[in-house]
């Protein structure tokens, strides 16, 4: 399973604000996510995904195309993925990682 940290900008917006895009965007995603083909996670500046590699394609995919539809000319989408493949990681897993080593004495 691998992770992916993405960020659609669209640009040319009528406003500074692109909150309404974003909320656009998590509806696709929890449509994705009730046909089980991926997990996510807003966040302040972004969205995690994850899911098999090929699926996360289609969903950012998906995703990018999103503020076209709504008569944005440009966006600009950044994307970086953790594909892990010596074991299965999740988003939950990596936070329990990292809060288990600050639990250590």
């Known amino acids: 399973m691998a992770i ?9 917006t009528e406003t500074p ?3 309404k895009y974003v909320a656009e965007i998590q509806m696709i995603l929890e449509n994705f996510k009730k046909e ?13 995904i994850e899911g098999e590699l090929s699926e996360l394609f289609e969903v950012i995919k998906t995703i990018h195309e999103a503020p ?10 950044n994307i970086r993925i953790d594909d892990r493949r010596d074991k299965r990681t ?16």
């Open 36 to 48: 089980g083909k991926i997990n996510y996670q807003l966040t302040p500046m972004n969205t995690i």
């Open 4 to 12: 992916a940290d993405v960020t659609i900008i669209p640009v040319g």
């Open 17 to 19: 604000s692109v909150s």
């Open 68 to 77: 076209f539809s709504k008569g944005i000319d440009r966006v600009a989408t």
């Open 90 to 105: 999740t988003m939950e897993g990596k936070l329990l990682s990292v809060h288990n080593h600050l639990n250590q004495p």
